[in-house]
């Protein structure tokens, strides 16, 4: 299963701060053995995050999205997923329960606001400060705050999705050839195994003796087959290649 992920917030883009998401959920999915197969950083723009939610939802498949889910006039995520799956934003109950549990009269009125999702939506837990995030459409809304933003991740990984056999990958270092040169061999290996990824991944060194292509094969279950019809077209050209460990 591919997941993609959503990264909103203009201090990502000015670089008042530096994304820490990718590598995480990148490392929590795989670890689970499912794929993280597309990242989008985006602003602070409502019209934007309404377009490209409303893109992402019509795919149908499941989707992270850290930000943008406060209180303040710049959060502005609740209401633009509201408006990208055409439900109304209204206030949920068990959230407010939550809010008002964490923050006493302090809930209202501003905090309060944070309960406020668009219809239909499923909570998450938070274990850090009991707001939760939300889930609608299979996209999966949480803080921006790394420390509270992936253990609510990988609570819905696991209660949602579980774990998948993992991805295996087998490559060779490929040397002595330019990538050009392999292209025949990739687009006629390519269509003989459909359901593994045939990749092929330059290494420019400063030297003739540095630069290598690690060229392979990525997916689930037997790649012995693909990897020898690879191994036998290298051969039919006299290129040299060597096994990656």
Same mark, same amino acid.
């Given at each position: 299963?591919?997941? %993609? /992920?959503?990264?909103?917030?203009?201090?990502?883009?000015?670089?008042? &701060?530096?994304? &820490?998401?990718?590598?995480?959920?990148?490392?929590?999915?795989?670890?689970?053995?499912?794929?993280? +197969?597309?990242?989008?950083? /985006?602003?602070?723009?409502?019209?934007?995050?309404?377009?490209?939610?409303?893109? #992402?939802?019509?795919?149908? #498949?499941?989707?992270?999205?850290?930000?943008?889910?406060?209180?303040?006039?710049?959060?502005?995520?609740?209401?633009?997923?509201?408006?990208?799956?055409?439900?109304?934003?209204?206030?949920?109950? =068990?959230?407010?329960?939550?809010?008002?549990?964490?923050?006493?009269?302090?809930?209202?009125?501003?905090?309060?606001?944070?309960? =406020?999702?668009?219809?239909?939506?499923?909570?998450?837990?938070?274990?850090?400060?009991?707001?939760?995030?939300?889930?609608?459409?299979?996209?999966?809304?949480?803080?921006?705050?790394?420390?509270?933003?992936?253990?609510?991740?990988?609570?819905?990984?696991?209660?949602?999705?579980?774990?998948?056999?993992?991805?295996?990958?087998?490559?060779?270092?490929? &040397?002595?050839?330019?990538? #050009?040169? /392999?292209?025949?061999?990739?687009?006629?290996?390519?269509?003989?195994?459909?359901?593994?990824?045939?990749? #092929? /991944?330059?290494?420019? %060194?400063?030297?003739?003796?540095?630069?290598?292509?690690?060229?392979?094969? &990525? +997916?689930?279950?037997?790649?012995?087959?693909?990897?020898?019809?690879?191994?036998?077209?290298?051969?039919?050209?006299?290129?040299?290649?060597?096994?990656?460990?």
């Amino acid at each position: 299963m591919a997941f %993609g /992920l959503i990264v909103i917030g203009d201090e990502i883009l000015n670089g008042n &701060r530096q994304d &820490r998401h990718l590598a995480a959920f990148k490392g929590m999915i795989s670890a689970r053995g499912h794929q993280l +197969g597309w990242c989008w950083i /985006l602003p602070d723009e409502p019209e934007r995050l309404v377009r490209q939610l409303r893109a #992402s939802m019509a795919e149908g #498949s499941p989707v992270f999205c850290c930000g943008g889910i406060g209180a303040t006039p710049d959060d502005h995520t609740r209401a633009c997923v509201a408006a990208a799956a055409g439900v109304a934003l209204e206030q949920h109950a =068990e959230a407010v329960k939550l809010i008002e549990g964490r923050f006493g009269a302090d809930a209202h009125p501003q905090r309060i606001r944070m309960a =406020e999702l668009p219809a239909g939506a499923s909570l998450i837990p938070n274990p850090v400060n009991q707001v939760p995030g939300f889930g609608l459409n299979q996209h999966w809304f949480l803080p921006g705050f790394p420390q509270m933003a992936w253990p609510m991740a990988e609570w819905v990984l696991d209660r949602h999705y579980g774990r998948a056999e993992p991805l295996r990958e087998a490559t060779l270092e490929v &040397r002595g050839a330019p990538e #050009s040169r /392999l292209i025949p061999l990739m687009e006629a290996l390519g269509p003989q195994f459909p359901a593994l990824k045939l990749f #092929s /991944l330059p290494h420019l %060194g400063e030297t003739e003796a540095d630069r290598y292509i690690l060229l392979g094969f &990525r +997916g689930r279950g037997d790649l012995d087959a693909a990897m020898a019809a690879l191994r036998a077209g290298l051969d039919a050209q006299q290129v040299e290649y060597h096994p990656r460990a």
